[in-house]
Nanobody, 124 residues
Framework: QVQLVESGGGLVQAGGSLRLSCAAS????????MGWFRQVPGKAREFVAS????????EYADSVKGRFTISRANAKNTVYVQMNSLKPEDTAVYYC?????????????????WGQGTQVTVSS
């Protein structure tokens, strides 16, 4: 079955950086778009970034544009998000997800498989 395992979360000071990784198995990784979402307790999950099957097309939420960079290594079945200039409002559980399609999407309903999430905490 499809499994997604996120890693790289942790505690960082405002202005710092983290790189999250998501290792996928149980699917032909290179044929799917991938996405990152985040969720704060008591709030809806929100879109962060998405990347198409080849890595040639990406999409970002306005709140992270210019600070976060999504990328993928199809040979390693892994998608990444490099997070720079982190702010306290970036604190959340971050999830990666597999989109049922080649392209990007910011819509949660277009994603079929989800990881367990990794906590990112940004202190002020």
């Amino acid at each position: 079955q499809v499994q997604l395992v996120e890693s790289g979360g942790g505690l960082v000071q405002a202005g710092g950086s983290l790189r999250l990784s998501c290792a996928a198995s149980g699917l032909i990784f290179s044929t799917y778009g991938m996405g990152w979402f985040r969720q704060v307790p008591g709030k809806a999950r929100e879109f962060v970034a998405s990347i198409n099957w080849s890595g040639s097309d990406v999409e970002y939420a306005d709140s992270v544009k210019g600070r976060f960079t999504i990328s993928r290594a199809n040979a390693k079945n892994t998608v990444y998000v490099q997070m720079n200039s982190l702010k306290p409002e970036d604190t959340a559980v971050y999830y990666c997800a597999v989109r049922l399609g080649y392209g990007t999407s910011r819509h949660e309903y277009e994603y079929a498989y989800w990881g367990q999430g990794t906590q990112v905490t940004v202190s002020s």
